[in-house]
């Protein structure tokens, strides 16, 4: 059985999702799956969310579907009773993490300074969340930071596309990286799921020549 870490390294891209209407949850979930990225971070940021995880989860148990945007612990309960396979939050929450790692709950959290990687390294966390990517600066900023924490591999969300995928996951300590092109509010609304699953292959094409 591999680790949720083993699965992103080897998808090296995570779909992040916001999904507004439940009933799009199987149709994307099946896009996703048949574009060759079994995988979804389902944003709670919409009323939707905790459905959606539940749907994706039963009807597509091998997905590795999980919670971003988690702000609370009240909402790390309910992700995991639908289906929530890990745990993704913005910032980071030293109560959400302590109380993840307490329950053995797989956590990622959002960290941008030193003073946030040094929280998560003392907890014995070996891959954080480095978000929002681009907006903090991007893979420099990453590189700067890992110098010290050799420990720590990251996972960049936020603002990255087919146009920079290369700058990050070039670097060893990038696990993978989140991204919403392939998956974009627009096209889920619309209910172009064929576009989805096209994009989602190029996205896992462009990975892998780039992980080659």
């Known amino acids: 059985m591999k680790t949720i870490e083993e699965q992103f390294r080897e998808y090296a891209v995570v779909p992040v999702v916001v ?12 896009a996703l799956t048949e574009g060759g990225l079994p995988c979804a971070e389902v944003t ?7 459905e959606s995880i539940r749907v994706m989860s039963e009807k597509y148990p091998e997905m590795l579907v999980g919670a971003g945007t988690v ?5 790390v309960d309910r992700a995991v009773a639908a289906g929530a396979k890990f745990i993704v939050s913005p910032g ?7 109380y993840c790692l307490e329950k053995k709950i797989p956590v990622f959290p959002g960290c941008v300074t030193p003073s946030e990687v040094a929280q998560a390294a003392k907890r014995g966390m070996k891959v954080i969340k480095f978000f929002p990517a681009e907006q903090a600066g ?11 924490y050799t420990m720590m591999e990251f996972m ?11 700058d ?7 696990l993978c990286c989140g ?32 992980r080659k």
């Open 92 to 98: 980071f929450d030293p109560e959400i993490v302590d």
């Open 44 to 50: 709670f940021r919409t009323e939707a969310a905790e």
């Open 71 to 75: 702000l609370t612990i009240e909402q």
């Open 179 to 210: 991204g919403s092109w392939m998956v974009k509010g627009d096209l889920i609304k619309n209910g172009e799921f064929d576009k989805i699953r096209e994009l989602t292959r190029e996205a896992v094409e462009l990975a892998a020549s780039i």
């Open 138 to 148: 991007g893979i420099a900023r990453i590189k700067a930071m890992a110098a010290p």
């Open 168 to 174: 990050y996951l070039s670097f060893d300590k990038i």
């Open 19 to 30: 999904l507004e209407d439940a009933k799009d949850a199987l149709p994307l979930a099946e």
């Open 156 to 166: 960049p969300t936020g603002g990255i596309g087919v146009n920079n995928l290369k």
